[in-house]
């Protein structure tokens, strides 16, 4: 991913099933966070981070999207379980995790295995990719972007 340059649209299934593109979002910034799978530890504590910045996050006209290759009935689990205000989108056979090369080689329990990369990418109103974070922290994503907004 070239900084600046406009986002390619591409439309995944939301945690109801409904087909949702990144093109609908046009005017306004969008945040897309990449996470292993729901209901683990590090994945809550980022998606309440997230969740918990709501109203800062909509008053810079952002929208937040959480992107995993768990299923849209997961989804549904997880966004009702820790009641999140944004939207999570379903990648299960990780086309779009390919695109944005979030697929990445992982050590678990001395064996490797192809996980996702916890990454976050930020948009411009235009859909212009204007920063990448890669392997972040989870309890700090949310306010570390919430602070990059500010300036842009």
Known sequence: MILNKKIDDFTLPNELGEEISLSNFLGKKVVIYFYPKDFTPGCEQQ?????????????????????SKDTVAS???????FNLPFIL???PERKILKKFNV????????KSVLGTSRDTYI????????????????????????EFLKTI
């Open 123 to 146: 948009l411009n109103e235009k859909h212009e990719l204007v920063k990448i974070y890669k392997k972040v922290d989870p309890k700090d994503n949310a306010n570390e972007i919430l």
């Open 75 to 81: 989804h549904k689990k997880f966004k009702e379980k």
């Open 103 to 110: 697929i990445v080689e992982k050590k678990m329990f001395g």
């Open 89 to 91: 989108l379903s990648d």
């Open 47 to 67: 998606a309440c981070s997230f969740r918990n910045l709501d109203k800062e996050y909509k008053e810079l006209d952002t929208i937040v999207i959480g992107i």
